[in-house]
Structures are given as C-alpha cells and as structure tokens.
C-alpha cells in the first residue's frame, strides 16, 4: 500500500517528486483540511512552512506529522 500524503497547494515541485516516488499526493487548499477527520487519512501532511501553525492544526491530537517544506528541496522533506 502506497504512503498518502497532503500537499499544500504551492509545492507543485514536492508533489512532484513525491508522485514520482510512488506516494498517494493530494493538493490542499487552506478551506479543505479543517477537519480531524480529514487529517487522520494522511501519513504526512506537508506545508510550505510559511505558517507554522497552518489552519490551526499545530496543536490537534493526530497521527500524521507537519512537515515544514520551508527551506528544503523535495527529497530533503521526504528524509
């Protein structure tokens, strides 16, 4: 079974390189990942790191880690 993981929606190029490494890519958009719900069906979410605590979510009890893309090219953020 194939990792799934949320792109923001600015980081054409990380989902690029993840799509390329066999990963299940979804775009975000700031008005789509409001919900716990919505965020337990990713193993990763990763975000442009432009703000740290994107949509509110720094804080919620869930699985999947946020992982700030700021910084780093695409393979840095898979390691």
Do not use: C, W
């Amino acid at each position: 079974m194939h990792k799934k993981v949320a792109i923001e929606k600015n980081l054409s190029n990380v989902k690029q390189y993840f799509e390329e490494q066999g990963f299940q890519v979804d775009t975000i958009h700031d008005t789509e990942l409001d919900t716990i719900g919505t965020v337990s069906q990713y193993d990763a979410i990763i975000i442009s790191g432009g703000n740290n605590n994107f949509l509110g979510i720094e804080d919620t009890n869930t699985k999947a880690p946020i992982v700030s893309a700021e910084g780093k090219t695409p393979r840095q953020v898979t390691s």
